[in-house]
């Protein structure tokens, strides 16, 4: 059996439907749509698990819900139709090949998790964090425009100091858990609730080192004042160290970018 | 009908009041002296909210304000005959298009709304806002000084980082939208006024990784505080990002600057 | 009248007093003492404050102010008799125009309100403020020492870019402003307590913006949560420009200093 | 008495346990193996602190740390005996000279407090800080590995500029006890409790700028909220400040090791 040659329209829609085989810079305008299709579902879907706004029109929602899952059903079936125009993935057996890679499967389980969502009434959340991955699959895939190059930048600042910024990390946790421990010790007796043991003097421990301070649980006696006194000052190492290592390390990427020419930034990643 | 010739006068306040026609570096005296009588307004108009001290002499707003009015109005209308200056826009079709550019447009509408504030007795507020308005546009038309220059910098560092900037918000964005989503499945059910539907767990979610923590809500379950403490930890990520990105644009800028002197900074914006 | 040569002891308490005539780097072995003892003066004011402290021992607390105040007067007299080896303020005119300096006559006063403080009663408040102002007068007359280079780079960058930095000051002040302005405006009704004016929504702005967050106040209603939001979120950009701009400078001047080595870094200040 | 020539065991063991005596890069299977377990020692330590997992199965805690016991007691007598395949430390006065060393010392007391622990039944969390003193120790061991590297640059970025963090720190000190004296001054007759000395002011001021902000303290007072405010926005530069010269400094290491190589980064320290 001989592979007939892809359709117009074939051609036309693999290279508008998947980012790879897309010519020019950036997303192409059906991607384009297609993405801002998703960030709608994702305001549908965040409005939706308000009740009040939900049950101002809960047939609304069925329906918004119902069209997202037809639009991703027939753009994944059109993608894999109009592989007839790929050189990689054509005939039953490259469609079955492509179906199997990582970004397809990804694909088919969002679009099974809506439906299953739409018809057994699941929390809409799942649609929320399944849309959220499916915008970070198709953003991943941009290529050659400016918003890759950034991509790309940050990337490369964070992994070629992954080292440091672990160590940092390491360093925070080694923090965190000895401020839980003196204060443990320090305020257990006195509050048992918030104090009694290393896990729950961790939520306060979080709480401060992060500078969030929600203010539900603080020490109250002057040594456990003190002690947690000094752990709120090291939360500025704890801000500053990966912060500054981050800054050096855009730093040393723009400053490789600007000798080597961004060229070379697109290419040796 | 022959234009004449501007008057000396005219010639001095159209250097004067027009900062494009300025020939010395920053602003004109007269400008100073307007941006000094604008900010003067704004502290007026926030003391004037407060009612403790609007009510020790309400007489004493009205004039204050009425003569804010009536300074702006003035300057407006000289800054308009002064015109007869200027190359550009002499004569009355000159004056009209000069009325129609951008920034004359804003003053107006600002003057129309300080009359009508002053008037119909509309919340200060208004006054606060177009005050604002105006100090930014005056500040914006600076030119040849160490403040141009900074802005300049500024903008400069920003623009050029505009990718990796909007990525690191994008970023954030989800991680918040991830965050509330989390905290709405673990919490919802034990606390629905705070975290009974994904934008009610918004509030929480940017109150904890903008590190603010009013602490008003906050979960109480244990799988709550575990989930809330790792975003909790992400927060430090979400600032060190956009600081990083900050720090190395700023550097980069100032190198260049270096290399190609002060001049070069302020040609090719 | 001809000046009598100084005596061994004026030549030795003059090189150890004053800063200026120290030929060794840092601070003379005197003026460390000096130091150490102003910083237990500073712990003393701290502690006495504290009813539960001053209440053990009135009388201890009462010689130990007595003790400073005697030690301090000392130093200046000995500090005044040994300017006998100075070149520049020997003889009664020169130690009269060496009184008159502005870092003398600050050392007056502080005595002064030292003595006063110890006979009227005052609060010892105003001793922590004094000696805390001695200690700073101390450490800026250090010399050629780490310290000093220290103080000097930092000074340095945060001079060089002083113009970026009261921008993003005047950044800050501007979305303080609008955010309170906001807030007043949405929840000025519902919270007359804590919004009913654009000076009582500041201390909301302020306590947000610099991510404080104390929850003492905080919208309600979902209007103003969503504002609210919004200004949290600019947060970041309000910590993250002033910190780029000063890890720019840090960064810029430290590579100056590589280029032109450490001693030019000590002259062209 | 000749010494023995060491076994294959011997030999194996004291490359496997001495991390100096370990060929290649990072540490050796056994001492990940070490480590592991000592972390999995610190979950249990963290874990038996809480009573509602302990009082699960206090039998199985008791046996997990008798297990730990035995386990770091076999390790180090195993250490010690392996030293016979050391130039160093063989014999009996070499192993003597080697557990008088630092390190070995530190294993030998943590070991002790262990058993203490077990028997005595002490809080758990001496379990914990002597656990996490043992990872730090092994972590500092490591060699030639990224790890090495990464810890080594980020001790340099801290140590070449410590004179300027600590100057940072002083300056943060100094605001900190300035704000607590301005608030105790304002905001101490108001507020006894919460402001009525300096060292209860310091509690506020610390909460406050380290942005933490509890909640628990705030002033009340106009006066003291205008002081408050201006102490929140000093916070900025606060945190500012060194994670400004972190961030130079790690640029600063950075660009010395593109122009050096890696390799004068491992030797120049």
Same mark, same amino acid.
């Given at each position: 059996?001989?592979?007939?040659?892809?359709?117009?329209?074939?051609?036309?829609?693999?290279?508008?439907?998947? +980012?790879?085989?897309? +010519?020019?810079?950036?997303?192409?305008?059906?991607?384009?749509?297609?993405?801002?299709?998703?960030? @709608?579902?994702?305001?549908?879907?965040?409005?939706?698990?308000? +009740?009040?706004?939900?049950? @101002?029109?809960?047939?609304?929602?069925?329906?918004?819900?119902?069209?997202?899952?037809?639009?991703?059903?027939?753009?994944?079936?059109?993608?894999?139709?109009?592989?007839?125009?790929?050189?990689?993935?054509?005939?039953?057996?490259?469609?079955?090949?492509?179906? @199997?890679?990582?970004?397809?499967?990804?694909?088919?389980? /969002?679009?099974?998790?809506?439906?299953?969502?739409?018809?057994?009434?699941?929390?809409?959340?799942?649609?929320?964090?399944?849309?959220?991955?499916?915008?970070?699959?198709?953003?991943?895939?941009?290529?050659?425009?400016?918003?890759?190059?950034?991509?790309?930048?940050?990337?490369?600042?964070?992994?070629?100091?992954?080292?440091?910024?672990?160590?940092?990390?390491?360093?925070?946790?080694?923090?965190?858990?000895?401020?839980?421990?003196?204060?443990?010790? /320090?305020?257990?007796?006195?509050?048992?609730? #918030?104090?009694?043991?290393?896990?729950?003097?961790?939520?306060?421990? !979080?709480?401060?080192?992060?500078?969030?301070?929600?203010?539900?649980?603080?020490?109250?006696?002057? !040594?456990?004042?003190?002690?947690?006194?000094?752990?709120?000052?090291?939360?500025?190492?704890?801000?500053?160290? +990966?912060?500054?290592?981050?800054?050096?390390?855009?730093?040393?990427?723009?400053?490789?970018?600007?000798?080597?020419?961004?060229? #070379? #930034?697109?290419?040796?990643?």
């Amino acid at each position: 059996m001989t592979t007939k040659p892809p359709s117009r329209l074939q051609s036309y829609l693999h290279r508008q439907l998947d +980012p790879s085989a897309w +010519p020019g810079a950036g997303l192409s305008t059906l991607n384009k749509c297609v993405l801002i299709i998703i960030c @709608l579902g994702i305001v549908a879907a965040v409005a939706e698990s308000e +009740p009040a706004i939900r049950d @101002l029109s809960p047939v609304f929602f069925l329906y918004l819900n119902a069209a997202f899952c037809i639009l991703f059903t027939v753009e994944y079936v059109v993608r894999l139709w109009s592989l007839g125009a790929s050189q990689r993935y054509r005939g039953v057996t490259g469609r079955i090949r492509f179906a @199997l890679t990582l970004p397809s499967i990804v694909d088919l389980l /969002v679009i099974i998790g809506l439906w299953l969502d739409l018809f057994l009434g699941l929390q809409s959340l799942y649609g929320t964090l399944l849309r959220l991955l499916r915008v970070l699959r198709i953003l991943t895939l941009t290529r050659n425009s400016n918003w890759a190059i950034a991509i790309r930048l940050m990337r490369r600042a964070i992994l070629s100091r992954r080292f440091e910024l672990t160590l940092s990390v390491a360093f925070a946790a080694a923090i965190l858990l000895l401020s839980a421990t003196v204060l443990f010790v /320090v305020e257990g007796d006195g509050q048992p609730d #918030a104090f009694g043991s290393i896990p729950r003097a961790l939520w306060w421990a !979080i709480a401060t080192l992060t500078t969030v301070g929600y203010g539900d649980v603080y020490p109250v006696s002057v !040594i456990g004042k003190i002690c947690a006194g000094v752990s709120a000052l090291t939360s500025i190492a704890i801000v500053a160290l +990966p912060t500054g290592i981050m800054a050096a390390s855009f730093s040393d990427v723009l400053q490789e970018l600007r000798h080597t020419g961004p060229k #070379a #930034a697109k290419s040796n990643d």
